[in-house]
């Protein structure tokens, strides 16, 4: 497969890595010079494109790894120039802000979770993606083919693709990761201010602190463009916060012990059911389904497994010779798991069966 | 020393097990007396008494580790029953609680920075304080003598004892610890109710959620006593957090990129203040001072020494033969610090000089 990467940072960088090493042919560019060629130097590109149009002129696959800010931007770029046949995706951490690219069948967003401790393409490497959760957000219009592509190409870069809703995927990004670092930094600021001159003589600092503040203040460059470009889901999470910190002022205000206990007991509750979340174990089972040759259909099947914590391990697109029908392979880790499947992509009205 | 501990959980079964590896004799007692019956199985009490009044009848030194709720019943109770020269301290996590009880000379409440992930006697070891702090909230009455006590049987424990103002203490404890836990607590409250039932099919959790939810559903056994006792600093602590989260979420609506980025730079500089303290080192130094034989001279040179972050390795009081003058030995770690020491107390009008 002919890679484009438009952006070699860390994660573009780790992308380069680790197709090249699969050894596919990877061409690059980024509008820093130096970075391109630290990005060459390294081995993440095979070679440097002039420009973005250059760069995906002759790609099958193109991932956008350029700052949340001008993604949008880039994307649109990348789709103007790319052939019809090449699937163009991102890796930003939000994903409303490249919805609109979605209306092109070759797009489909993307958010690999993995690198959020370094940026820099000298940090670049190519097992970056082993065992990350990459979501994808197909849309309507996205092309099975390309969606299939993409998918088999993560999957080779050693990560678990899992398609979510863009709205969806900003939500739980609010809450598991955007939420902390606000929380971090209020939390470091209103430490500062509560202790004053004193705060640089404490002998100790609780470990509650230290983990809840490990974040706080994370990279500019970065975090501003994500806050602003997720501000929609960050400020409803906001409200939520402050009207649930009002909650446990007042029971703390009258002294109701009964209602402190209880709202500190349902966070425990919430927390194990938050992360003590199965992993699945199992056998992988082979499923077959006959998909018409429509854009979506595979997006559907995509979303439906996905919203239901189904993940699909590996999947084969095989078109029939007229291009009118084909049949869709999915791996499937785990008998309940796969079950489950096939009863999700029977109410698509999809024929399927365990191969 | 003979020393009494009322209450034997994970903190005072620990007080017990330490003071016993030195050759103290302990004496304990519990309201439950199957926590008495494992705290002596475990080596952690020589003897039980039957009551408060028994346990400390003939103590030198006794530790009040009941839970918070019931810390200022039990204190009363063991200076009601503890005999003139006994010094009575205790371990609660929060001070203002205990602060009446400095009304008696032989008073000085206590708080090992220690434990906070376990509880039960059956988790305690002698080596739970080896270079905790231990804050010690000395009163004006306080006995010179019985604090010097406490501070050499701390330090023997192995723990670094640092003088502090009960309300400062409240404040510290509320911004370093309870206030991460009510946050903790909120944010998966939060997450929970955001994702709905999509929560527990989640692919992954950011790390910066599973650090700052670490602590959430603390055991409300323990908590909610800790919540309601230092009431008035978390309301203060709440009220400033949602604050200060209004003042991002304004910044957020607006789009303001560089309100955002520089409040983001701000919590980057605070928690490098707050963190990154550094911990001093260097030679040993002896001071030695001549003090009035006055209540709460001793308290004074302690807390002057604790506001300003110099610690205190060890100390010795000499009383005079006629007991109304005194030398105390001061052991200070550190050129810098041993400076700043002297000037301290002689800014006290005590006389003092570097052994």
Known sequence: VRIAILGV?????????????????VVGYDSDPGVLGAALERGALGAAGEGIAEAVAQAEA???AAPVGVLAEVAGAALGAAPA??????????????????????FVGGHPLAGAETSGVEHARDGLFEGATWYLTPAPRTSGVLYERLHRLLVSFG??????????????????????????????????????????RLPAIGPSFRDATRVAGANSAIWTDIYLSNRDALLAG??????RLKDVRVALARGDGAAVTSWND??????RALL???????????????????????????????????NIEDM?????????QGVVALWIRGDEQAERARELIGALDIPVARA
Chains 1, 2 share one sequence.
Do not use: W, Y
């Open 238 to 243: 906001i409200d939520d916060l402050r009207s």
């Open 159 to 200: 990560a678990r693709p899992v398609a979510i809703d863009p709205d969806e995927h900003d939500r739980v990004m609010a809450s598991v990761s955007h939420l902390p670092h606000v929380l971090a930094n209020v939390l470091v600021a209103q430490a500062a201010h509560a202790l004053g001159e004193d705060a640089e």
């Open 266 to 271: 349902a966070a425990r509750d919430d927390r």
């Open 85 to 106: 046949g090449c699937v163009v995706s991102d890796v930003g951490s939000t994903k409303r802000a490249v919805a609109a690219a979605g209306e092109d069948e070759r």
């Open 62 to 64: 193109a991932f956008v």
């Open 276 to 310: 003590e979340a199965g992993v699945v174990g199992g056998p992988v089972h082979e499923l077959r389904a006959s998909v018409p040759n429509r854009p979506g259909v595979i997006a559907d099947i995509a979303l439906a497994l996905g919203r239901a914590g189904v």
């Open 316 to 324: 084969v697109l095989s078109p029939s010779p007229d291009n009118r």
């Open 9 to 25: 940072g860390l994660i573009g960088g780790s992308i380069g890595l680790a197709a090249r090493r699969l050894g596919h042919d």
